[in-house]
C-alpha cells in the first residue's frame, strides 16, 4: 500500500513536472531569421523575452548560403521565420517555400512598396536585394515585419524599446545624409566589390560602381576589372573598398592595375555588405555596421 502511494506521488509529480515544461515551452516563442542583420533588428524591435535566432553569422556571403543540417533544426523550432526576400537568400527558395506551408514565413520585403525597389541589372523582372543600405526603407520594411509579428501574437506595443529603435535608425540615417552632401558630387563615388550599395547611392546621392554583378553568383571577369581600371583613371577615383563577404582578390586586381598604367588607387577598407562583423564589436551590430562603413567611405573619398 506504501508502495503504491509512494509511486503515485512519484507519477503526480512527472505528470506535473511534464505540464508545467510544456507549458514554458508553448509561452516561449521562437524566431528564426536568415541574415544576423535581421535578428539584430528584431532583438530591437520585439520583446525580451522572444528568443531571436540566425542562421547566418558574421561574415557569411547570403546570395551562396545553403543551410545546414544545424540550421534546418532551427528552422524547424522556429515559430516564426524571418527572411530577407527579393531571393537574396538565392539558395534557400524552396526551403522557405516549404516552410510558409507550415508556419508563418515572413519576407521583409514584403512590407515594402513595389515602386520603392531598385529593378536588378542582370536579373530581368527581379529586384535588387541589398535593401537594408537605404535606412528609412530598411525602417519601413522591419516595421511593418514587426507590425505583423505583434497582431499575430497579440503582444501590446508597450515598452518604448521599439518606437527608440526605429527614431534610432532615422537619425542615423539624417547623418548619413549630412556628411556626404558635405562632399563635393564629383568625389561622391563608392567603387566596391560586388553591387550591394545600389540602394545606398540612391538614399545619399552616391555614384555606386560594383565591380562584380548585384549576386556573388559569378566571379568578376577579366573585362570587369579591365572597364573599372579604366573608369577609376578617368573619374581619378581615389579609393576602392573590399567587402567583408566577397574575397578580396578582383579589387586588389584592380589596385595592381592601375598602378601598371601609373595611377594610384589605395584601399580604402574594409565595408560591411551583406553581413554583419563580429559579434563584440563596433560592426557587430546593424547600426554599427552601417556607421562604421560610411566614416569608412568619408575618410577614403574626401
Ligand atoms: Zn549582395
Not at 509579428?149 to 529603435?165: D, F, T, V
Not at 572597364?227 to 595592381?256: C, D, G, L, Y
Amino acid at each position: 500500500m506504501n508502495r503504491l502511494i509512494k509511486n503515485a506521488f512519484i507519477l503526480i509529480a512527472f505528470l506535473s513536472l511534464a505540464s508545467c515544461e510544456k507549458k514554458v515551452e508553448k509561452e516561449e516563442v521562437v524566431i528564426t531569421a536568415t541574415t544576423g542583420i535581421i535578428a539584430d533588428c528584431l532583438k530591437n524591435l520585439l520583446p525580451d523575452e522572444v528568443v531571436i535566432k540566425s542562421l547566418m553569422g558574421p561574415g557569411i556571403d547570403p546570395h551562396l548560403y545553403k543551410p545546414t543540417s544545424a540550421d534546418l533544426a532551427k528552422l524547424k523550432e522556429a515559430d516564426i521565420v524571418v527572411y530577407n526576400g527579393l531571393a537574396l537568400e538565392g539558395k534557400m527558395e524552396e526551403i522557405l517555400k516549404n516552410l510558409s506551408k507550415k508556419k508563418p514565413t515572413l519576407a521583409v520585403s514584403d512590407f515594402l512598396d513595389q515602386e520603392n525597389l531598385i529593378s536588378s541589372k542582370a536579373y530581368t523582372g527581379l529586384y535588387d536585394p541589398h535593401i537594408w543600405f537605404d535606412m528609412e526603407l530598411w525602417r519601413e520594411g522591419i516595421q511593418g515585419l514587426s507590425d505583423s509579428i505583434y497582431a499575430q501574437q497579440e503582444w501590446e506595443l508597450g515598452n518604448g524599446k521599439r518606437s527608440a529603435y526605429l527614431d534610432s535608425l532615422s537619425n542615423l540615417s539624417s547623418w548619413i545624409s549630412n556628411n556626404l552632401n558635405a562632399v563635393p558630387e564629383e568625389k561622391r563615388i563608392l567603387v566596391t566589390a560586388h553591387d550591394a550599395f545600389s540602394y545606398f547611392g540612391r538614399a545619399y546621392g552616391i555614384r555606386v560602381v560594383g565591380l562584380q554583378g548585384i549576386s556573388t553568383l559569378s566571379e568578376a571577369g577579366l573585362k570587369d576589372i579591365e572597364n573599372t581600371i579604366s573608369f577609376i583613371i578617368e573619374n581619378q577615383i581615389k579609393a576602392v573598398f573590399i567587402e567583408n563577404i566577397v574575397s578580396p582578390k578582383a579589387i586588389k586586381a584592380v589596385i595592381e592595375g592601375c598602378k601598371l598604367q601609373g595611377y594610384d588607387v589605395e584601399l580604402g577598407g574594409t565595408l560591411y555588405s551583406d553581413a554583419l562583423g563580429k559579434d563584440g564589436t563596433a560592426e557587430g551590430d546593424y547600426l554599427g555596421m552601417i556607421r562604421h562603413n560610411v566614416n569608412t567611405i568619408m575618410n577614403s573619398i574626401r
